[in-house]
């Protein structure tokens, strides 16, 4: 990155950066996102400020407020990005082993990086802030819920899952269910606890 | 109630209550419990206060600080008797028509009527509230937990679930896919959610 642009970007109006160095928004705008995954992950949301993703990503704060008006938004936007390929839906045809090796590595990130309480604190802050709910669901949950959902119906056009089960309830009834457990913890989120969600649910808990 | 008796607790410290007319502890803590949990199902936990609380149930302000330290827990032990009987687990020796009997009451109460925006706001506070969040469990999810369990465990006997299914997961699967949606509401909570989440996880997906 060039310092130069960085440090004018940094401190003057957006208006002022026009001309021919300007970098297109794309571009900017995955510096940005790219900085707050940085921070979120080795850090937690504590020490998420606009004013340092601003410096960090040298974008002024106006353009950082104009594109995500709450740190909520950025931070969701940002982890969102952050995660994408850790969380990717492996398809090798098995549908088992690729539930199960996302789930690891979900949980994994859940409980071994600042992931999980990011997305807790989050989810309980837009109880009561209807804004937050609403970016958190259009900037994470329901882009996550429709690729989870993508893979599960290629399983079931590969014949491996039932053609009448509704994949959302099977999104509730796996990832739903290890939110529940981070959210009310009660009980552990471990790696037995992924592999008794597939189990059960893929074969049935029933004895008939 | 007596009324001359109700005014002197509410405004007299407990000690001077003793003597000849003082009713035994539990019945005292049975009357709040029941205030709180008409408030709270009648109007939600905003207009729950221990003012309120004292005020109603004739117990004096210090009393109650000194059975529940924080509104929190109050309207825990509160809504966690108020809505027992609502959420009681049948056993008809049906596992499947009493889990679908029993979810489908908790999904109602949940729906229609405050008991569902008390909740999720109360897991949302306990995300960033230790005291809150050690209530919420001691005072409501592990005695709900323990009960389900003990249901799921009976038709484990009864031989209508599988001997090495570990039912605190089923919990996860059936109830917290439920509060997945409450909280992260993407997909509405319905009575068919109810019949597929049960449908789903008695007979498993997979088309083996």
Redesign the interface.
């Known amino acids: 990155m060039n310092n130069e642009a960085t440090a004018t970007a940094v401190d003057t109006p957006p208006a002022r950066t026009r001309g021919r160095g300007r970098r297109p928004a794309d571009e900017v705008r995955a510096d940005v996102l790219r900085a707050v995954g940085d921070v979120l992950l080795a850090e937690g949301i504590a020490d998420l400020t606009f004013e340092r993703v601003a410096r960090l990503s040298g974008v002024s704060k106006t353009t950082l407020y104009k594109w995500w008006p709450s740190k909520g938004a950025l931070a969701l936007d940002g982890y969102f990005h952050a995660v994408q390929d850790r969380l990717a839906f492996p398809d090798t045809g098995d549908v ?1 082993a690729d539930l199960l090796e996302q789930l690891h590595a979900f949980v994994r990130l859940m409980t071994t990086t600042p992931g999980g309480r990011i997305l ?2 989050l ?6 802030d209807k804004e937050l ?1 609403t970016a ?2 259009s900037l994470y ?2 882009e996550r ?1 429709r690729l989870a959902a993508e893979r599960l119906r290629s399983a079931q056009e590969a ?5 009448d ?2 994949v ?3 999104v ?2 796996l ?7 981070l ?5 552990p989120v471990t790696g037995a ?1 992924v592999e ?2 597939v189990g ?9």
């Open positions: 088992r807790t604190e989810i309980g802050e837009a109880q009561t709910a958190y669901r949950s329901s819920r014949g491996q899952l039932r053609d089960v509704d959302q309830v099977v509730d009834q990832w739903g269910a290890v939110y529940h457990r959210l009310v913890p009660d009980e606890f008794a969600l059960n649910l893929l074969g049935g808990i029933s004895s008939d």
